[in-house]
């Protein structure tokens, strides 16, 4: 197995036990696999942000054509009415 997939096994808890036994053998025998850990949770979270932004960029661009085009005119009506006070 390669040395990403074991380092995501364990950052994600995924996998037997017995493979987390071995990999916390790994990390006593290779003082450089805490390191490669580290870089490899930064690279998650980077990805996940990344993701994130993608995500509320797109939710943006639907809410500009919603809210802005005039064929859309009826449609923001009906949920402005919903928000407005009567």
Request: no cysteine; hydrophobic share 40%.
């Amino acid at each position: 197995m390669n040395e990403i997939k074991l380092i995501d096994d364990h950052i994600f808890n995924q996998g037997t036990h017995e493979d987390a036994l071995l990999f916390d053998v790994m990390l006593i025998l290779d003082p450089g696999l805490s390191n490669q850990i580290m870089w490899q949770k930064k690279a998650h979270a980077i990805v996940q942000q990344y993701g994130r932004k993608k995500l509320k960029a797109e939710i943006e661009m639907v809410h500009q054509r919603l809210f802005t085009e005039p064929v859309n005119q009826t449609f923001r009506e009906k949920i402005l009415s919903l928000f407005s006070k009567k």
